[in-house]
C-alpha cells in the first residue's frame, strides 16, 4: 500500500522543553496505527504538528504525496486529515447536531441536504443522535469526547487522528466505541490513534509507535512492542491484557 | 434515523416575524403621526440599533473585539462632508460611496492590526481611530479641529422642505436600521455564518475542521466597517455638523455601543435589539441628572456583567429557549414525531 503520511526529521521544542525531537515515521493507506507513550511524551504535540494547530522548528510532513509542512491547519483538513481533541473542544453554543454539521459543511466541503444527512448520520454512528438539539456545552466529559469523533468523522478524513477517546469509559461502552472505529477503519479510512486504555487500542491497531520525551523509541507490531523492554521500562507495572 | 428531519424555524421565530412587521408599519409610518423630536430620537435608537448589530457581529462573532470602530464612524461621516462639497455628489451617493472607501481602507488597517492579539488588538483599533481623528483634524479644507457644516445647498438637495428632509433621513435610518439586520442575520444563516458561530466558540477546533479563520475575520471586518461607514454618514447627515472631535469619539460611538451589546446579550442577534431599548429608555430617564447618567450605565452594566454574563436576552433565553431569529438548526428525531 502507499504511504499516506510521512513524517521526517520533525522537531520542535518550547525552550528547553522538547515535544519532538527528529521524529520519523510513515502511515500506509488504510493501516491503523497506535501511539503509546508516558504523560508528556509529546503525543498530542506530534498531533499538534501533523494537523497544522503547531508547526515543527525543522523536519517535514506530507500527506499523500504533498509537503503539507506549511500548509495551515484549515487547509489540512480540506486535503483530508481531522482529529479529535485530548481536552474537547466543543463549539459549546451551539447544538451537537450543528458541530457535526460544521464538519460536514465546512470539512467535507458539503452543502445543503447533503451536509445535514452526513451530520446526521454520524452522529447516529456515534450514538450521538438523541442529542442533536441539546447545546454541546452542556454534555458531559464523555459525551464530548465522543462529539470529539463524530465532529472529525463528519470532515470524512482519509486520515482521522484520535486522542485519547476511551478513557473513563465503562466495559460495555469501551466495546461500543471499538466497534465503531473499527467500522470506520474498515471504510478505508485512515487511523492513527493515542490511547492509554491499551487492550482497546490493541483490539484495533496493526502497528505500535512508542514515543518518550519526543523522540520514537519503538516501532513495530503490537504484540512484539508490548512485550519489549522498552515498554516495561516505561509502563513499569502496567498488564498488556488488563 | 432515515425519518429525521432538520428545520430551523419556530412558532416563536413565526410569532416574532408577525410582531416585527407590525412594528415597521408602524415605523415607516412615523412622519404621520410622531413629532420633530421623536422622529429624531428614533432615528438616532435606529441608528445605535445598526452600530450595535454590526459591533455585535465582529466582536461576539468574529473574537474581534474593537474599540475602535470610531473609526469608520467618523470616516463615513467625513467623507459624505467631502464628498457632498468637493465632489459635488448627492449625499446619499456620497454615502454609499464613503462605505465602498471605508471597505477599501479596513484591508490594509486588518492587515496591520490582526497580527495582534486579544487585548493588543483592541488597543490597536484605538490607536487606529486615533490617527483617523488626528488626520481629519489637520484638513484645513473640513474645518480642521473645529469642524464644519453641510452647507445649505447640500442640505437642499435632499429635499426641498424641512418636513421632507425630515422624513427621508428618518427613512434613511430606519432602511438601515433593517438591512443592517436582515443582512446579519442572513449572513449568520448562511454557512459562512455556520463557520463564524464555530470561530466563537472554539478557534482551535474551528480550523481543525477546514474553516480558514483569518479569511473569516477579514470578511467580517471589512464588511462591518463599510456598513459602520454608512451608518456614520447617516448619522452626521441628521446633525449636519461635524468636528473631528464629534466624529472620533469613543464615547458615543464605541463605549455605548459595547454597552448596548454586553448588557442585551454579546453573541445573540436579539442582544443588541433588547439593549438598544434598554439603552434608550435608561437615557430618557436619566437624562436630567447630568453626568450621574454615565455613572449609572456604568453601575448597570456592572451589575449585568456580574449577574448575567450572557446579558438579558440570555437570561430570557435560557429560562424560556427562545429563539426570535431563527438560527438553530432542530432535528426532528423518529422517536420525537411518532
Known amino acids: 500500500m502507499s504511504v499516506l503520511l510521512s513524517v521526517t526529521g520533525l522537531s520542535k521544542s518550547f525552550g528547553a522543553v522538547v515535544v519532538a525531537d527528529d521524529t520519523n515515521f510513515d502511515v500506509r493507506t488504510g493501516e491503523a496505527v497506535g501511539i503509546l507513550g508516558p504523560n508528556g511524551a509529546g503525543k498530542t504535540s506530534l498531533f499538534h504538528l501533523i494537523t497544522g494547530a503547531l508547526w515543527p522548528d525543522t523536519g517535514r510532513i506530507e500527506f499523500a504525496g504533498r509537503d503539507i509542512t506549511t500548509m495551515s491547519a484549515a487547509r489540512r483538513c480540506n486535503e483530508g486529515i481531522a482529529r479529535s481533541f485530548q481536552v474537547p473542544q466543543p463549539f459549546g453554543g451551539m447544538t451537537v447536531f450543528e458541530n457535526a454539521l460544521v464538519g460536514a459543511t465546512h470539512g467535507a466541503g458539503l452543502r445543503g441536504l447533503a451536509a445535514e444527512t452526513h451530520a446526521l448520520a454520524v452522529l447516529n454512528d456515534t450514538g450521538l443522535l438523541s442529542k442533536s438539539n441539546i447545546r454541546a456545552g452542556s454534555l458531559t466529559l464523555l459525551e464530548r469526547k465522543r462529539l470529539e469523533m463524530a465532529r472529525a468523522l463528519a470532515a470524512r478524513p482519509r486520515l482521522l487522528l484520535l486522542d485519547e477517546i476511551a478513557g473513563g469509559l465503562t466495559d460495555a461502552e469501551c466495546e461500543m466505541l471499538i466497534e465503531t472505529i473499527k467500522r470506520v477503519h474498515a471504510g478505508g479510512t485512515t487511523i492513527i490513534w493515542i490511547e492509554h486504555v491499551v487492550h482497546a487500542l490493541l483490539a484495533v491497531v496493526q502497528r505500535l509507535i512508542v514515543i518518550d520525551f519526543g523522540k520514537k523509541i519503538a516501532e513495530g507490531d503490537p504484540r512484539t512492542i508490548m512485550e519489549s523492554r522498552e515498554i516495561k521500562d516505561i509502563y513499569l507495572g502496567m498488564d498488556p491484557h488488563a | ?338
Open chain 2, 1 to 338: 434515523m432515515s425519518d429525521s428531519a432538520v428545520t430551523r424555524t419556530t412558532s416563536a421565530a413565526r410569532a416574532a416575524t408577525i410582531v416585527a412587521f407590525v412594528v415597521l408599519v408602524a415605523a415607516a409610518a412615523a412622519p404621520w403621526w410622531a413629532g420633530r423630536a421623536d422622529m429624531r430620537l428614533m432615528s438616532e435608537l435606529y441608528l445605535y440599533l445598526s452600530l450595535a448589530c454590526l459591533w455585535n457581529l465582529m466582536a461576539g462573532y468574529a473574537g474581534l473585539v474593537s474599540v475602535g470602530q470610531q473609526a469608520f464612524v467618523g470616516f463615513g461621516g467625513y467623507m459624505l462632508f467631502a464628498l457632498t462639497i468637493f465632489g459635488g455628489l448627492h449625499p446619499i451617493a456620497a454615502i454609499v460611496l464613503a462605505g465602498l472607501l471605508a471597505a477599501c481602507l479596513s484591508v490594509p488597517i486588518a492587515s496591520l492590526i490582526f497580527r495582534l492579539k486579544g487585548a493588543y488588538f483592541a488597543i490597536g483599533t484605538w490607536v487606529v481611530a486615533e490617527v483617523f481623528r488626528l488626520s481629519f483634524a489637520q484638513i484645513s479644507a473640513l474645518g480642521g479641529g473645529s469642524g464644519s457644516s453641510l452647507p445649505v445647498s447640500v442640505v437642499k438637495s435632499l429635499a426641498a422642505s424641512r418636513s421632507g428632509r425630515e422624513s427621508l433621513t428618518y427613512w434613511l435610518a430606519l432602511g438601515a436600521a433593517i438591512a443592517v439586520i436582515l443582512s446579519v442575520y442572513l449572513f449568520l444563516r448562511s454557512r459562512k455564518g455556520l463557520a463564524l458561530t464555530a470561530i466563537r466558540d472554539s478557534e482551535l477546533a474551528a480550523s481543525g475542521l477546514g474553516i480558514d479563520i483569518w479569511r473569516a475575520k477579514l470578511e467580517v471586518y471589512v464588511v462591518t466597517s463599510a456598513l459602520t461607514a454608512i451608518i456614520g454618514g447617516l448619522i452626521f447627515l441628521q446633525k449636519l455638523r461635524i468636528s473631528p472631535d464629534a466624529a472620533f469619539s469613543v464615547n458615543d460611538w464605541t463605549a455605548f455601543v459595547i454597552f448596548i451589546v454586553v448588557i442585551g446579550g454579546i453573541g445573540t442577534l436579539e442582544g443588541p435589539i433588547i439593549g438598544t431599548l434598554i439603552f434608550f429608555a435608561l437615557r430618557e430617564t436619566l437624562a436630567d441628572f447630568g453626568t450621574i447618567y454615565l455613572m449609572i450605565l456604568g453601575l448597570v452594566a456592572i451589575v449585568i456583567m456580574l449577574t448575567t454574563p450572557k446579558g438579558v436576552w440570555g437570561l430570557i433565553r435560557d429560562r424560556l429557549d427562545l429563539e426570535l431569529f431563527p438560527l438553530a438548526y432542530r432535528v426532528q428525531l423518529d422517536e420525537t414525531r411518532k
